[in-house]
Nanobody, 124 residues
């Protein structure tokens, strides 16, 4: 079992930056591929980015490539999402997620554990 808690959301102007964090706890919380998803108002949840358990592999949605950077610090059991050049269309509830994997793979789906979400609002 893994527990995930996001933080760092807030209100920012277009073009600004935010850094989200996801603190993980539980048994072998580093042995997981981790990802970020988001759910814009009135829309379904969508994949944003993922990182392998060792940090060697990452995967990004086309909509955030070049603007968002995912990273993790297994010593701190924490994952991060650095968001730059934010746009109003990035407004959403952002969720972190974890999926057991020790093979260094990244995934867009099939995650087993989820955080409660943190709101990011980008004003124009």
């Amino acid at each position: 079992q893994v527990q995930l808690v996001e933080s760092g959301g807030g209100l920012v102007q277009a073009g600004g930056s935010l850094r989200l964090s996801c603190a993980a706890s539980g048994r072998s919380s580093s042995a997981y591929t981790m990802g970020w998803f988001r759910q814009p108002p009135g829309k379904e949840r969508e994949f944003v980015t993922a990182i392998s358990w060792d940090g060697d592999r990452t995967l990004y949605a086309d909509s955030v490539k070049g603007r968002f950077t995912i990273s993790r610090d297994n010593a701190k059991n924490t994952m991060y999402l650095e968001m730059n050049s934010l746009k109003p269309e990035d407004t959403a509830v952002y969720f972190c997620a974890a999926r057991f994997d020790r093979d260094g793979r990244v995934f867009e789906s099939g995650y087993d554990y989820w955080g409660q979400g943190t709101q990011v609002t980008v004003s124009s």
